[in-house]
């Protein structure tokens, strides 16, 4: 596997070195991560993420004002994070993927690499 992080690194794991038979096929791979730092994939999430979680305080914020204890503060943390997980990780994520994969495939086709030598 590779990632990216949201200032931009890419990091791949030695499985993936391994599991690249090819230069091409790891081209393809990092193109990918690549197209994800052109696309701004991080910082739209981060955007939204915190959108949400700013929308949501206010409610949580209230709730707490009149149950004020511990366990409210946790159950409103663990509802922030999963709505946060249906309205941003689970319609974009797979969306964002595909994005990534396109991008990633056409940057790597003009970096004159083999895209067909791409892992399924």
Not at 98 to 116: H, N, P, S, T
């Amino acid at each position: 596997n590779a990632f990216v992080l949201p200032s931009g690194n890419i990091f791949v794991y030695t499985g993936m070195l391994e599991a690249c038979e090819t230069e091409d096929e790891l081209a393809t791979v990092l193109s990918h991560e690549v197209a994800h730092v052109v696309l701004g994939h991080v910082e739209e999430k981060l955007t939204l993420t915190s959108f949400i979680q700013l929308v949501l305080l206010v409610p949580m914020a209230v709730l707490w004002a009149f149950l004020p204890n511990d366990g409210i503060a946790l159950v409103a943390n663990w509802f922030m994070d999963q709505v946060v997980d249906i309205m941003v990780e689970l319609p974009f994520s797979r969306d964002m993927e595909m994005e990534a994969d396109r991008v990633g495939l056409i940057m790597a086709a003009k970096a004159c690499y083999d895209v067909r030598e791409a892992p399924a």
